[in-house]
Every structure is written in C-alpha cells, then in structure tokens.
C-alpha cells in the first residue's frame, strides 16, 4: 500500500509505529501502563484511586467495540490531557477527592483517560517529525473514514485487548482521528510474529 499506516499497540509500555509502502518509518515507546500502576499504587495520588485488577470485562467476541464506551470521567481525563499540563492535571485527582468527594473508581478512570490522553496528543507532532502530516478535518470524509492522502495519515490502527482498544478508539475520537480496530483474526501483531517465524525458518533450512 502506497497509504501511511499509524499502528497503536496499547499495553504497559504502548508502541506507536509508523509504516509506509510496508516499510517502518518511526516507531516510538510509551510507558503508559507501566506510569499508570506506579500512580495508582505508589504516589500520593494512590489514596484517592482504586486500581482494578483490569480493566473492564472484555465485550463478546461478536460486540462491537465503539459501543463498549468507556465510562465519563475516562473521557473527561483524556479532555483535561489535550487542554493542559500533565503533571497539574495529575494532582486535580486529589483535588477531586478531597474536595469533591469523587468516586475512587471514577477517579481511576480519570487517571487512565489522563495518561492515554497524554499519550495521543503528541500524535500528530509525531507524525510531522516523520515528515509526514495526519490529515486534517477537512481531509475526513462524510463517513467518519480518513481519507487518504498523499502527504498524511491513511488509517490508524488500534491493536490489543478489546478493554483497551475501546479506551484509545474513544480517546482518539476525542482527537478527531478515526481507527480501524482489527479482529483477533486480523491481529497485526500476530500476523508479524508469525512473519518473523516463517522468516527464520526458511533461513535454518538453509
């Protein structure tokens, strides 16, 4: 494909990487699962969470994900993320605790959409570092799809559990970048490992 393909891998340490015409072009590390466990179970902010055990139960494999919408305060976390400072925003989970008495589970789902949020609003400067653009609003087309385009971002790609991957397609519709959430069938992930597999085994039967 001639098109420029952002893959989302989400997990405890995201990945982020950028293909064009099937070759990788950037590929960046974030340690937003790994900073969100450290917050919620060794900061000040610990008290005024309730870190589950995981994220919510997966939907059926037949669900769609964009239905299984992640709770409000998830969604107002990944607000606050794209219109201010990380590390202040981090300290109004106290504030919301102490002062208004919010929910530790709201709480926690506020941390998240904080961090994700953090995560993604440097995707577009990623992709300008790359020399290439995320087309913009006026390149989205009629049905919700980006449309592709010569100097932008074809499609995103969001790969892993489906918990998670409702969580970035909900923070990324926030962004204004659709994203395309692949089957377990489908799994670019899977279908590079087993890439790689074939790869090294052609080469031991050399």
Do not use: W
Not at 10 to 36: A, N, W, Y
Not at 148 to 166: C, I, K, M, Q, T
């Amino acid at each position: 494909s001639d098109g420029i393909t952002l893959y989302l891998l989400p997990g405890t340490h995201s990945k982020h990487l950028v293909v064009k015409r099937d070759q990788l072009i950037r590929f960046r590390t974030f340690m937003t699962g790994e900073l969100f466990h450290l917050i919620a179970t060794e900061s000040l902010i610990r008290h005024s969470v309730k870190p589950p055990a995981s994220l919510p139960t997966a939907p059926q494999a037949n669900a769609d994900l964009r239905d299984n919408s992640p709770p409000p305060p998830f969604l107002e976390g990944v607000h606050a993320a794209l219109e201010g400072n990380l590390l202040n925003r981090l300290f109004t989970l106290r504030a919301r605790d102490l002062l208004y008495q919010t929910a530790a589970e709201e709480n926690t789902d506020y941390l998240s959409g904080l961090l994700i949020g953090a995560e993604l609003r440097e995707l577009k400067q990623l992709c300008i570092e790359s020399g290439e653009r995320i087309s913009d609003g006026e390149s989205i087309s009629e049905s919700g799809e980006m449309a592709p385009d010569a100097n932008g971002l074809s499609e995103v790609v969001v790969s892993g559990s489906s918990a998670l991957r409702s969580r970035y397609a909900a923070a990324l519709e926030a962004l204004g970048i659709p994203c395309t959430l692949p089957s377990r069938l489908d799994n670019p992930v899977v279908t590079g490992h087993c890439q790689i597999l074939n790869h090294l085994e052609r080469g031991t039967d050399r």
